[in-house]
């Protein structure tokens, strides 16, 4: 028997318990309902994968043996299913790294990480030691591979749940320095609108928007006290030719303009 029908037969054999608990509940195991502790996805996870190693010595045997006939049926040799389970093995601990990598992705530092992937490295070099001394023996030592394997998920599951709790604290660490960002006050400066309404209004009536009043033409009729359009439509011909120094005809232009 090769190491490849240990790790194989853990994700066959919960598809099919699950399977099988859809369609006939409590016909492999139970799984008691929790009466007060709402448990996590990652928890429900590994606690589904106790409950199918808790199953029944016959049907870890028949996966096996689904197992050994495949392997019979690809002319699969005892090397070759030895080195077959050395690949599964290394596949499942990259599995791992490869989300680990996503947690480190994630915005903010997770302090322990660095500790995890070293525990989850020797989690798996204690489990390939283990298993090299039972892995001819499989079907006949069930109960053996059975405690190994639970024992392999509940300590990868305390791992993982020491992890969630690091990135719990660093969320909720993020999310209250979030929180007292968005409660401080920002000043805006926003402009009066009177006072910009105002200074636009004479901007438009200012004399010097009339086409022909340069700036000389503007001062002199300001210091006559003509300084709006309004200012300069009251005003008449002479008058103004006279406070802005210019002829008539150029300042009855200047009328014909506001008053048109």
Request: proline share 3%; hydrophobic share 35%; aromatic share 8%.
């Amino acid at each position: 028997m090769c190491r490849v029908y240990v790790f194989d037969w853990v994700s066959m054999v919960s598809d099919v318990f699950y399977r099988q608990s859809l369609s006939s509940p409590g016909h492999y195991f139970h799984v008691e309902k929790p009466m007060s502790h709402a448990r996590t996805p990652i928890e429900a996870f590994f606690e589904f994968q106790r409950e199918a190693l808790r199953g029944t010595e016959t049907a870890v045997e028949t996966a096996f043996e689904f197992n050994r006939e495949m392997a019979e049926t690809f002319h699969v040799s005892g090397e070759s299913g030895r080195e077959m389970g050395e690949m599964t093995l290394e596949a499942s601990r990259q599995s791992l790294h490869r989300t680990l990598d996503a947690v480190e992705s994630m915005p903010g530092e997770t302090p322990g990480l660095a500790d995890v992937r070293d525990s989850v490295d020797e989690t798996f070099e204690a489990a390939d030691a283990e298993y090299e001394h039972v892995a001819d023996g499989v079907v006949e030592n069930v109960e053996q591979q059975v405690e190994l394997l639970l024992a392999f998920n509940e300590q990868l599951e305390t791992q993982f749940l020491d992890l969630l709790e690091e990135l719990e604290a660093g969320t909720e660490a993020v999310a209250q320095e979030a929180s007292r960002s968005i409660d401080e006050p920002v000043e805006i400066d926003i402009p009066d609108d009177s006072t910009t309404d105002a200074g636009a209004g004479d901007s438009i009536n200012d004399v010097e928007t009339v086409e022909g009043i340069g700036p000389t033409y503007a001062e002199r009729l300001r210091d006559a006290g003509i300084e709006t359009v309004s200012d300069l439509a009251a005003s008449d011909t002479a008058e103004l030719a006279d406070v802005a120094d210019t002829s008539e005809s150029r300042a009855q232009d200047w009328l014909d303009q506001v008053e048109g």
